[in-house]
């Protein structure tokens, strides 16, 4: 198994661009969500998904979308970036995120800076 | 919304020194959970509590879920260099219709050989 990954690694954006985060697991999790993390911020949430075509905001939900038409992916869309969005993302699964005895495991990261 | 307080916010140690970090809660948490994060990497857990009360241990780690369920800690014995990174806390809370977790600020761990 992969996990869960994530791409690009790095990305640098102008602002008012737009673009894709992409995040995909192989572990047949229902549950996936996508945090950000800023420095001294810890890690909040910005969308979750508890199953294909199910999505629903977190903490800072502005300025993102997402979409969830299969089990394996969860793109995450900047529509147009600013550079309060300049962050490292993670995108996190579950087995189903409502278990009492349920695991998070997260991607690598994405790295993005807005000029 | 739901805070946590993660301390302390950093700590430098040296080698062999055991390390204690905390996370306290305005409100009530199910679930309260510990991860590590190396440099360049997404967080990793380390260990899960789903009792009030619980004791639990992985390795020179050990973790607790406060008996208010408001608040969890943490210890590290015998550090070594290999412990440096961020430790995040983390709690869940199932009323609603979310079980979404809630992260702490982070306590950033130096080991000095």
């Known amino acids: 198994n992969a996990g869960v990954t994530q791409t690009p690694k790095f990305q640098v954006l102008k602002t008012g661009q737009s673009m894709t985060l992409q995040c995909a697991q192989d572990m047949n999790h229902e549950y996936m969500s996508w945090y950000r993390q800023d420095p001294g911020m810890g890690l909040r949430l910005i969308h979750y998904s508890v199953g294909a075509g199910i999505t629903d905001q977190g903490e800072v939900p502005n300025g993102y979308n997402v979409s969830r038409s299969t089990t394996e992916d969860f793109p995450l869309r900047l529509l147009s970036a600013a550079p309060s969005q300049t962050s490292v993302y993670f995108c996190?699964?579950?087995?189903?995120?409502?278990?009492?005895?349920?695991?998070?495991?997260f991607g690598p990261g994405t790295r993005l800076t807005v000029l | 919304g739901q805070q946590l307080n993660q301390s302390p916010q950093s700590m430098f140690i040296q080698e062999g020194e055991d390390v204690s970090m905390n996370c306290t809660s305005s409100?009530?948490?199910?679930?309260w959970l510990w991860y590590k994060q190396d440099p360049g990497e997404g967080p990793v857990l380390l260990i899960a509590?789903?009792?009030?009360?619980e004791l639990t241990s992985n390795g020179r780690l050990t973790a607790q879920f406060g008996i208010t369920r408001k608040d969890s800690f943490l210890n590290i014995s015998a550090s070594i260099p290999s412990d440096v990174g961020i430790y995040f806390c983390?709690?869940?809370?199932?009323?609603?219709?979310?079980?979404?977790?809630?992260f702490g600020k982070g306590t950033k761990l130096s080991v000095k050989p």
């Open positions: 409100s009530i948490f199910n679930t």
């Open positions: 983390a709690g869940r809370n199932y009323g609603g219709s979310q079980g979404n977790l809630i």
């Open positions: 509590l789903y009792k009030a009360g």
């Open positions: 996190a699964s579950s087995y189903s995120g409502r278990a009492v005895i349920d695991t998070q495991y």
